[in-house]
């Protein structure tokens, strides 16, 4: 089965407790390609200016990313973010950030994409999602992420948006601003009438809500990292663990959904580990699938 993603690139400084990473890899594409990499073959789309420091190629090593749809632009600067976690590790700051390239027209995706059946549109405008999935033929399930600035400025576009996807995937306080309520379920069942077939509300260090339009709900914890170096990306490498394994099951059945959200939080849980995309280079599909025994063990009573 075919997973195409389309999300930034970046290059990040990003200063946790733990220490300082100065312009190390980032961005959404990145962090769900090296995650749904584990699972499948990805066809990733992206655009970076001539400045960028990093040889995809080369970091994508061992995983199956076909990277036909990179954009290399020779007047463009790349994406840039500068982020401060706090001691709690939770609350973040950006202390500064440069569009760049995201500012501009997004990349094109290539004819041999174009019958991609899984299709995640990571972080970004909602007017470029809706661009880009205009691009692809028949997708069989999409899955979107967004954020507060989206909801707050570009509302009307998101609402489009939400009735074209099968899945949203959203924080617990973004969760809140689209519905405009508290309670977290009664907030997923309010974006669900806006389209989407399915929401997931993560809750950080607690782990994520999941309802659907059938009825069908799913609770479960994150995993118990006990050494968190830096949750850059860990977002982006759930979505990426969850449509990594929906794509190689090829199936959208909720008990197939349950498995792709364990393993989201599985995977997320390695990108906490270290700076950048390190916690996931340096792990393995074993791994994986040993901590994933693992949580199960702890959710079963």
């Known amino acids: 089965m075919s997973l195409l993603v389309t999300g930034s690139i970046g290059i990040d400084t990003i200063k946790t407790p733990f220490g300082i990473s100065e312009d190390c890899l980032g961005g959404s594409a990145v962090y769900f390609s090296m995650a749904a990499g584990f699972f499948c073959p990805v066809r990733f789309v992206g655009a970076v200016g001539a400045d960028c420091p990093f040889d995809l190629a080369e970091v994508f090593t061992g995983r199956e990313i076909d990277l036909t749809g990179l954009e290399i632009r020779a007047q463009s600067k790349t994406f840039r973010w500068t982020g401060l976690y706090h001691d709690d590790m939770d609350n973040r700051t950006t202390e500064h950030m ?110 994520s809500i999941t309802c659907s339009k059938d009825g069908d709900k799913f609770i479960l914890p994150a995993y118990p990292a006990d050494d968190v170096r830096d949750p850059t990306g860990a977002g982006d490498s759930f979505a990426g663990g969850f449509m990594g394994y929906l794509t190689e099951s090829d199936r959208i059945d909720f008990d197939t959904v349950k498995t792709a959200i364990a393993y989201g939080t599985v995977v997320a849980s390695f990108t906490l580990e270290d700076f950048s995309v390190n916690g996931l280079s340096n792990t393995n599909r074993n791994n994986i699938d040993s901590r994933l025994t693992e949580l199960r063990k702890l959710v079963t009573f």
């Open 98 to 207: 440069e569009l760049n390239i995201l500012a501009e027209a997004p990349p094109k995706v290539p004819d041999a994409f174009k019958d991609s059946r899984f299709l995640f549109l990571a972080n970004t405008a909602p007017a470029l999602q809706l661009e880009l999935l205009e691009q692809v033929e028949k997708p069989t399930f999409i899955a979107a992420d967004t954020m507060n600035c989206w909801i707050h400025g570009h509302l009307d576009d998101l609402e489009t948006l939400l009735k074209r996807i099968h899945c949203l995937i959203i924080n617990e306080d973004e969760a809140r601003l689209l519905a405009s309520e508290h309670n977290l379920i009664r907030a997923g069942q309010v974006i669900l009438d806006m389209g989407p077939d399915l929401v997931i509300i993560k809750k950080g260090e607690s782990g």
